[in-house]
Each structure stands twice: as structure tokens, then as C-alpha cells.
């Protein structure tokens, strides 16, 4: 199974917050990153947070780290049928930088 | 700043057929890596280069597959003989130096019949 692990789906109303979340396995991971995949095309990065950081805000993007429960979480405000995607969680290993990826959570933005 | 590029974007064939994949990382990135992305889940690596060195080959099915980078700039990944099971996307992605944040081309579609 995955290292890393998200929900799969996540229906939002637009113009509501969503929230996704990741759990990771390696408590030594140094960056955790949040990748957008829209359909046919590669990952976008979205943003990153250092592991000694409990929350980074980008625009509309929060992310929020729990280290002690390995949590991940990012939070899409106002969210707009152009974030209709799927969400990756990642975790950077400290000891060889290898990036760990979730299975994606589906993200569909209704109106 | 051109982004990292690949090419085909798509490719249909047959079973035991040979394929090829290109990838043109960042100007001046000196790590090169690249991933699997089977439908439904996460990418994953199968081989990640410095400069024209491979650091990592540990997850790839060397029996089949291959990849080079042979002036430390543009890779190649070949998959001879194909399976039913290499239908997956392949990205390659670059970043500066190791421990750097990671940026992904569109992948090529892989479809084997």
C-alpha cells in the first residue's frame, strides 16, 4: 500500500473552502509538497511546507502541518471549478530526497 | 523559464513491441527523475540521474526497462519488450540539485495492447 495516504474523492459547492487531507509515514521527512493534476497533463506543483513549520499560506492555499500525527492538510478558499483536479501529498525523505506520493484525492467542484 | 518537456505525449502498442520516451528537463537542472503513474495512483520512481550519473535505479525493471542521460541534459527511457502492464503515464520531472522541489513535464500516455 501507500506511504503516503489521502481520501480519494471530495465533492465541494463553489465558492466553499475545501479541505484535503494526507497522513505520511516518515517523521524525519523534511519538505512536504502539494501537487494539482488536471486530466492529461503532468503535476503542477502547488506549494510546500518545511517540516519545521505548522502552517504556510499562499493566496488561496493553506496548508497546515501536525508533526506529531504526521497530518498534512491543505485548504483551497473560495473554491472555483478550475480546481476541479486531483490533489497529491507528497513527503520529501530527509536522508535521500526521494519524493513519496499519496494516490491523489479527486477533487470535483460543483455549482 | 521553459518548463520540462516530453515527447510523444501519446503512444498505442502492441505487447512485446519496443518504445521510446524523451525528456528535456529545466535549463540547469542537474537532477532528472523518472516516474510511473499507473491510473488511480501515484507517480513512482523508477530512476532519478545526477547530471548524467544514475543515483537511483533501484525500482526499475531492468529486465525491460532502460534509460540513459548521456550529456547530462536530455533522457530517454526505453521499455523492450512492452507488457499489458507498462500502460501507465511516464513523467520525467528536474529540479535544481537533489534535495530541490521537483517540477514535472505533461508525461507521455502509454497505452499497450
Known amino acids: 500500500g501507500e506511504d503516503v495516504e489521502q481520501s480519494l474523492f471530495l465533492s465541494v459547492r463553489e465558492g466553499d473552502s475545501s479541505v484535503i487531507n494526507c497522513t505520511y509515514t516518515d517523521s524525519s521527512s523534511t519538505y512536504l509538497y502539494w501537487y494539482k493534476q488536471e486530466p492529461g497533463a503532468g503535476l503542477q506543483l502547488l506549494t510546500y511546507?518545511?517540516?519545521?513549520?505548522d502552517m504556510k499560506q499562499d493566496q488561496r492555499l493553506t496548508v497546515l502541518l501536525n508533526k506529531k500525527d504526521k497530518h498534512l492538510s491543505l485548504r483551497i478558499a473560495d473554491t472555483q471549478t478550475g480546481d476541479s483536479a486531483i490533489y497529491f501529498c507528497?513527503?520529501?525523505?530527509?536522508?535521500?530526497?526521494?519524493?513519496?506520493f499519496g494516490a491523489g484525492t479527486t477533487v470535483t467542484v460543483r455549482a | 523559464e521553459a518548463g520540462v518537456a516530453q515527447s510523444p505525449r501519446y503512444k498505442i502498442i502492441e505487447k512485446r513491441q519496443s518504445v521510446a520516451f524523451w525528456c528535456n528537463p529545466i535549463s540547469g537542472h542537474a537532477t532528472l527523475y523518472w516516474y510511473q503513474q499507473i491510473l488511480g495512483q501515484g507517480p513512482k520512481l523508477l530512476i532519478q540521474f545526477q547530471n548524467n550519473g544514475v543515483v537511483d535505479d533501484s525500482q526499475l525493471p531492468k529486465d525491460r526497462f532502460s534509460a540513459e542521460r548521456l550529456k547530462g541534459v536530455d533522457s530517454t527511457l526505453k521499455i523492450q519488450p512492452a507488457k499489458l502492464e507498462d500502460s501507465a503515464v511516464y513523467l520525467c520531472?528536474?529540479?535544481?540539485?537533489?534535495?530541490?522541489?521537483?517540477?514535472f513535464g505533461p508525461g507521455t500516455r502509454l497505452t499497450v495492447l
Open positions: 507528497a513527503e520529501g525523505r530527509s536522508n535521500d530526497y526521494k519524493l513519496s
Open positions: 520531472a528536474s529540479s535544481i540539485t537533489g534535495p530541490n522541489t521537483q517540477y
Open positions: 511546507i518545511f517540516s519545521n513549520m
